[in-house]
Every structure is written in C-alpha cells, then in structure tokens.
C-alpha cells in the first residue's frame, strides 16, 4: 500500500515536471509543442470541449494562455490526485475522476475532443479511439498526441534518463514513429492535418 502510494507520487511528480523544467532547451521545446497544437485548433472560439486524460490541466491552461476561448470544458482522468489539483486551478470548468471508457454517447455535442499523451499509456488504444468515434458529432474536431518515436526515447537517453529502459517511458506501453501513428488513427479517423513537434506527434482529425 504504501509503496504504491510512492509510486503514484512519483508518476505525479515526473508528470509536472514534464511541463514545468525549467531547463531552457526543454521550455522551448514544450512551448513549441503547445504552440503547433493551437495552430490545429480550428477555432479560437469553442463552445464545448472533452479532454480525455486532462491531467492537472496543463494543457488548458496552454491553449488559454494562447487566446484559446473556451464556454464549457469537461476534463477527466483517472488520478484523483491530478483532477483535486485541476479544480483547485480552474473552479469555473469541470474535472472528474472516470475512465474514458465510461464516457457514452448523450445530448451534449462536443465540437472538440481533446486525447493528448494518453494513447500510449493503453493497453488496447483502439478501445480509446473507439470511443472517441462513438461520442463525436460530424463536425466534431479531434486533436489526438503521442510521443514521436524513437526522437522521444533518444531525447531521454541524452538526458539520462530511462537508461536502463533504454530512454523509454516506465508507463509508455505503445511506440509510434510519426507515420505509423497516423496510419494507425487513420484506420478509425479521417486526417484532417498532421504534424511533428520534436519530440511529440499530434493531429487534428474527424469521425
């Protein structure tokens, strides 16, 4: 127990740590990443957002910061601890603990869809992109990020970190090269547009 309780605070802590290093090479490399995901955003103007895997809200703090407008966020995640720390930051959206398997397809119509640094944390990512099809609306955009491999396990071996993993990730179970992602997605989703930002993936797709 106790020792799983480390554990979770450790993935916690690397996990801030990813956005908040204050190492310059590292902070310009995280805001050109936030940077090439708001240039995929269709609008600067979103009625009703669904970010899967919100985090601490990280990533909607970025997008804000960059003029992103938001009415109705709904983040969630399945670490308690990540979405207390979400609702503290942000009282005026919704964060809550589910699994994105329990999301179902209702009323609300979302016309953004956000999966960003989830993906390859699953054991079956297809369940995920299932699902994400499933509760999507035609004109629903669908901004989904991974690590672009193998730049992204290089970039840790040349930190020193993950060394005996060989540079990768303790919690990444899945690896793709930029290609093999968007055919991977591209079997579920239609591409609207694809780009690298070392040492990330990401793309903007549609049901």
Not at 33 to 51: K, P, V
């Amino acid at each position: 127990m106790i020792i799983d309780m480390i554990r979770e605070e450790e993935k916690l802590t690397r996990h801030i740590n990813k956005y908040e290093n204050k190492n310059i090479i590292h902070q310009f490399l995280i805001n050109r990443f936030f940077d090439n995901f708001a240039e995929l955003l269709t609008q600067r103007h979103y009625r009703n957002i669904l970010e899967i895997g919100c985090a601490e809200g990280y990533l909607l703090d970025k997008l804000l910061q960059r003029g992103i407008k938001v009415d109705s966020y709904c983040g969630i995640d399945i670490r308690e601890e990540s979405i207390t720390e979400a609702n503290k930051t942000f009282p005026q959206f919704n964060f809550k603990v589910q699994d994105f398997n329990d999301l179902s397809p209702g009323h609300e119509k979302f016309d953004l869809i956000i999966c960003s640094q989830v993906l390859e944390h699953l054991t079956n990512p297809q369940e995920c992109l299932n699902k994400i099809k499933q509760i999507s609306a035609p004109d629903t955009q669908i901004i989904l990020s991974v690590p672009w491999e193998p730049w992204f396990r290089l970039g840790n071996l040349a930190r020193g970190r993950d060394i005996s993993r060989l540079g990768n990730h303790p919690e990444h179970i899945q690896q793709w090269t930029a290609k093999s992602f968007k055919n991977y997605v591209n079997a579920t989703l239609k591409v609207r547009e694809f780009k690298t930002s070392f040492p990330f993936t990401l793309g903007s797709f549609t049901v």
